[in-house]
């Protein structure tokens, strides 16, 4: 298996495809963004006009988007991947969209399909150390794991239908949501109380209040407070998308979250003050009294 297409460069998208070029895949990336598309180019990776273009000839196609409406335009637009998909070949689905929408695709491909949601972040896609909760058919995971091997440290199959590792991303999901979102408080309040932020953060992590979220996001919403603006890493409309996921399904499941749907809320705030496009961390500031 030599041939991967990752079609999507975005925060994880494009790590993702640095890491393969660099353990020996022959990658081939597109984006809506060139600029990113030339990034991966500088890479190692060989720049491709469409996402047709990139899946030909392809033995894995990696989707790395946004939202079910991306995946949707990957796969079936006029130049979609699935006009060009290999006999053989495996669509490999690490974003984020729910169990219905990985579900609707794998019954509209002619091709086999691997539900591949990620976790961990930009840094650990580029090292190779991602989570990855996969579902998919046996076979049909053997034949990715290849790929899957050379982009995470753990690789958990949550079961053998697609949609299952969907159904497991949502619920890590509802935890990274809450935990950022109590993380956001938390430091607010701190600031507030006029306590050294890097300290707290510190202290916090050192204890039983410590969380990966925290630890993450937390020098990040520090200087959120301190009025500056962190790098961008983590989109406020990606963790909003993701809540609202998690809303839908446990409506569905009908079991009460009420932590989950006060932290989807403090999101929604964030959307509506026209923050979609800032690091997450910006919730924070809608927190304190100014």
Do not use: W
């Amino acid at each position: 298996m030599s041939r991967v297409a990752v079609l999507g460069l975005g925060a994880m998208g494009l790590p993702m495809a640095t890491r393969l070029a660099a353990c020996g895949f022959e990658v081939a990336a597109f984006d809506v963004a060139a600029e990113r598309v030339g990034l991966a180019v500088a890479a190692g990776a060989v720049a491709a006009a469409s996402p047709a273009a990139a899946a030909e000839g392809a033995d894995v196609v990696l989707v790395g988007v946004r939202d079910g409406a991306q995946l949707e335009a990957a796969l079936f637009a006029d130049d979609g991947a699935a006009a060009t998909l290999a006999p053989g070949a495996v669509v490999v689905v690490t974003s984020t969209v729910g169990a219905e929408a990985v579900q609707e695709a794998a019954d509209r491909l002619d091709a086999a399909v691997v539900d591949a949601p990620v976790s961990g972040g930009p840094v650990r896609a580029g090292e190779g150390t991602l989570l990855i909760m996969v579902g998919g058919a046996g076979d049909d995971v053997a034949a990715a794991r290849p790929v899957l091997d050379a982009l995470a440290s753990t690789v958990t199959v949550a079961g053998p239908r697609v949609g299952d590792g969907q159904l497991l991303k949502t619920v890590n999901q509802l935890l990274c949501g809450v935990h950022t979102a109590a993380a956001a408080e938390a430091l607010a309040l701190a600031h507030a109380l006029g306590l050294d932020l890097d300290a707290t953060i510190d202290v916090l992590g050192r204890g039983a209040a410590a969380s990966f979220m925290l630890a993450d996001r937390g020098p990040r919403i520090a200087q959120r407070l301190r009025g500056g603006t962190p790098e961008l890493r983590s989109r406020l409309d990606v963790i909003a998308k993701d809540m609202g996921i998690v809303g839908a399904l446990t409506r569905r499941a009908r079991v009460a979250t009420p932590v989950a749907a006060a932290a989807e809320q403090l999101y929604r705030l964030g959307m509506a003050a026209d923050l979609a496009a800032e690091d997450d961390s910006v919730v924070a500031t809608l927190l304190e009294d100014r």
